[in-house]
């Protein structure tokens, strides 16, 4: 594996396939991330009779269209879920399970979210709160850990913490969930039961984008892209943020960057003028 890619593609749609032959055409280290085929909506569709050039063809017949030209187009292909992207300065990281790749750019074709956070969550991410037990189980050995998810990756995730000997709640029923706690999570709510817990794990196909890249302003048409200061926008540049709460991530960029950038000396010799009325006016001289 190359020690960085020029782009990262975070989605396995037609939108990421276009994406991936654009970037391989043009020369680029390009890797892809994106679950299974069959783990998307698209695969499970029974027939799909508007999409140009593919007509009266089923989901999972189309899906493995894109996936076998996805596989034949030369980018790397990374199995999994993208669990967050950070912009370290002059690049980006992406984690994937306990996997990070470092890129110049990333592009988001994630497609649609149609999962809701549950309240708590975002508020709780990390502190009691993961997306990924093997990255995050053994900080909870021998403790209580929920896990909320229907699919055969939430089930295997379940048997892995119990295998490093937790005690496992498992939900898979589409109940009502909220996350409660102080400085952490302590209490999950499924349905009208409460239970006492030292982590929740929630197990999804896709993060929503707003999690996925912290700060990143979006509503219900999408991802609001601006020109007024930088942003991550879905097609990312290096050094571009979106702080959707300004301060706190705005700070933690510019630490990140003025670490790695040179020093940037200011002079502040002070020149000297006397005005009219004999009162003295003092300027700083430059840069």
């Not at 295998?163 to 709640?169: D, F």
């Not at 702080?243 to 790695?260: D, K, N």
Request: charged share 20%.
């Amino acid at each position: 594996m190359p020690d960085g890619y020029d782009v990262i593609i975070i989605g396995g749609g037609s939108a990421a396939l276009a994406a991936a032959m654009t970037c391989q055409a043009r020369g680029k280290r390009t890797a892809v991330v994106a679950n299974g085929a069959e783990t998307t909506n698209l695969y499970k569709a029974e027939r799909i009779a508007n999409y140009p050039g593919a007509e009266n063809i089923t989901g999972r017949e189309l899906a493995e269209l894109f996936r076998r030209q996805l596989d034949s187009c030369g980018a790397d292909i990374i199995t999994g879920r993208a669990l967050s992207v950070m912009p370290l300065g002059e690049s980006f990281g992406v984690a994937v399970g306990n996997n990070f790749y470092t890129c110049a750019a990333v592009i988001l074709a994630v497609g649609i979210t149609r999962e809701n956070l549950y309240p708590g969550e975002a508020e709780f991410l990390g502190r009691g709160v993961s997306y990924c037990a093997t990255c995050d189980g053994m900080l909870y050995r021998g403790k209580t850990v929920a896990v909320i998810g229907a699919g055969a990756e939430a089930r295997a995730d379940a048997d892995f913490l119990e295998s490093i000997g937790c005690t496992v709640l498992r939900f898979e029923d589409s109940l009502r969930y909220a996350i409660n706690g102080t400085d952490k999570a302590e209490t999950l709510v499924a349905g009208a039961t409460e239970y006492r817990v030292d982590c929740v794990f929630i197990i999804k196909e896709s993060i929503a984008v707003a999690t996925l890249v912290p700060g990143l302003e979006g509503g219900k048409a999408g991802i609001t892209v601006t020109h007024g200061e930088p942003r991550i926008s879905p097609a990312c540049s290096p050094r571009a943020t979106a702080p959707a709460s300004p301060i706190s991530w705005q700070r933690r960029w510019a630490r990140e960057t003025l670490r790695r950038s040179p020093r940037v000396s200011i002079s502040t010799k002070r020149n000297k003028r006397r005005n009219k009325n004999g009162s003295c006016t003092y300027q700083n001289s430059g840069i």
